[in-house]
Nanobody, 117 residues
Framework: QVQVVESGGGLVQPGDSLRLSCVTS????????MGWYRQAPGKQRELVAR???????TYENSVKGRFTISRDNAKNTVYLQMNSLIVEDTAIYYC???????????WGQGTQVTVSS
């Protein structure tokens, strides 16, 4: 079982920045595709950003140009740098580690991000 732990959430004002971190316990972290998802109250969980083992990134349209996903394989960690935050970014942010070919996926418990003036 792979442990996935997010951190870095908090309460910020519109226009502020936050960096989320996600650490996994896997010794083969570099082989995982890592994703950040979010779920706002009353809404479905949605993909925010994903980075493959090869470093290819994808983003949800509303965060393009504001959020950046990156990974540090030496630290078994994936980051989500969030700039120019808006109220609509308020949600619980979850990290997922996946190896699709093997039908493996592991979720973290989530970290709350609240953007409010």
């Amino acid at each position: 079982q792979v442990q996935v732990v997010e951190s870095g959430g908090g309460l910020v004002q519109p226009g502020d920045s936050l960096r989320l971190s996600c650490v996994t316990s896997s010794s083969i972290f570099s082989l995982y595709t890592m994703g950040w998802y979010r779920q706002a109250p009353g809404k479905q969980r949605e993909l925010v950003a994903r980075i493959t083992s090869g470093g290819t990134t994808t983003y949800e349209n509303s965060v393009k140009g504001r959020f950046t996903i990156s990974r540090d394989n030496a630290k078994n960690t994936v980051y989500l740098q969030m700039n120019s935050l808006i109220v609509e970014d308020t949600a619980i942010y979850y990290c997922k580690a996946e190896r699709t070919f093997f039908q493996l996926e592991y979720w973290g418990q989530g970290t709350q991000v609240t953007v409010s003036s």
